[in-house]
């Protein structure tokens, strides 16, 4: 379990997150939705301890981002590094021994070949490789299912629903509502700095409309497509 | 077209200003400052033997390497067509050639001025696309990422070194030969010039001060492991010099340690002068590291602290 209290977090005046409260449980899925900018990422950052904040990130087991695996929106990946080394230089920082690399590349990423010549899915993928081989107990996936394929989004899910079964505590941002919906049990909304929603699976239908509030009629009338 | 190298040209001034900025001097100051530097170089290499004379080439042919990186190549020739891409090239290199003209005329190194100016040519034509096209295997594959990366990056100058090592060794010169060693001992700081992003450094779950010490066994590792083939056959050849090059080895190895510590001291900025210079000064006297290096060493503890706790 993730627990949150009174996150708060500015960049000079701007307060991106305004006294955060919220829990993340053991064996479940939450969901994190809201427009972009909205501070998602910023969360996350604040979650990993990536980013200095006031308020209180507590979790069962401590420091928590040495049990943490945190898939970036964009995995970056150093130049003139291969796939395989690139999941080397992961389990190295965190001591894992890893073996069979290959049997685990179930996504069959190329290996041998430079990370940065990677598409932008297959960075996402291997970055995704190497967390899962750390054994973690709590994950945070930023935008897990943008820019992969299909048959990866379906093994993604998977993987999601695989976690979840061995109760570990697991958190996603996206904008793609009905493949969050599929795995989540809750999602919350975040908007201008704080949880304005939590909605769980039974209420999923009516999230895009409650994301949209009519707004998206009058924005698509100002511009006036002819 | 014209206006586009032009504006090309200018960009790379003002980055290069920029970059002095950042580092504490002003451009003008930098620009005095390298003519100084290259100068004395200059005068340094070309007054003594032939092998120094293709030594004080070489500085040439790295530059024009680091300007042929694959990456660097593969922006321009999204950005610009084929022909400014090629004039483009051509006059980085004529650029990067033209100081080193006058000195060699003068110093009659007319062979070396020939070789140089076909290679500035032949360098200029390459297009980037087949250098990174493979994957190059490495030693030092099994703790990435610096040398692992660095490696493949200059390997050309390892090989160059060693080369320059069995000359020193076909022509009895010994100093020529540790100069080699010494060399590729320091070329590993270029290899740790790099700021990774704070992911990779967040992601160990280890201490400040365990981080710290991890990457420097990893550098003097596997900086001790390109050197030693160099080292042995040294002291095999000049026995009589095993204390200097053994004492040398130390003091290079010292101030990479150094260098790894003033890297992370400052992250996740560069250098800035005041470090820039003490590094400086411990590299002319090396007693200085001593003190430097814990200094260093408990201000990078303490800067990386928050990414690692």
Known sequence: ?226 | MKEIIYNHLRLQRTRFERASTEFGLHPTVSYILAFLLFAGMSYMLLSRSTIEKWEYITTAILVFYLLASTDRLRFYKQIYSAKTFTRIRLIENAIVLAPFVPFLIYFGAYHQLIALISIAGLMSILNGTKLGSFTLSTPFYRFPFEFTAGFRLSWIVILGLYILAFIAITVDNSLLGIFALLVLALSSIMYYQYSEPEYYIWIHNMDSRSFLIHKIKIALGYTTLVCLPLLVVIIFMWPSLTLWVILGMVCALLFLSTCIVAKYSMYPNIFNLPIALALSLGFVAPPILLILFPYLFKRAAKTLKSTLS
């Open chain 1, 1 to 226: 379990m993730i627990q949150i209290t009174q996150l708060e977090k500015s960049f000079g005046n701007n307060l991106v997150l305004d006294h955060i409260n919220i829990q993340f449980p053991s064996g479940e899925v939450s969901g994190l939705v809201g427009r972009n900018g909205a501070g998602k990422t910023t969360l996350f950052h604040c979650i990993a301890g990536l980013e200095d904040h006031a308020g209180k990130v507590a979790a069962e087991h401590s420091p928590l981002k040495d049990h943490l695996g945190y898939l970036p929106t964009n995995p970056y990946m150093l130049s003139r590094i291969t796939g395989r080394e690139y999941i080397q230089l992961i389990a190295n920082a965190r001591g894992v021994q890893i073996n069979s690399i290959d049997q685990k590349n179930i996504f069959d990423l190329p290996l041998d070949r430079y990370g940065e010549h990677y598409s932008t899915g297959m960075k996402k993928k291997l970055a995704l490789t190497a967390i899962l081989m750390l054994e973690n107990q709590f994950y945070l996936f930023d935008e897990p299912f943008s820019g992969v394929d299909l048959d990866s989004n379906i093994i993604i899910k998977a993987i999601i629903k695989r976690l979840k079964s061995l109760g570990k505590t697991i958190l996603i941002s996206s904008h793609i509502y009905n493949t969050l919906a599929e795995v989540c049990d809750t999602i919350h909304v975040l908007d201008k700095g704080n949880i304005t929603k939590s909605i769980t699976a039974e209420d999923f239908d009516q999230l895009e409309s409650i994301l949209e509030d009519g707004t998206v009629d009058r924005l698509i009338e100002k511009l006036e497509i002819k």
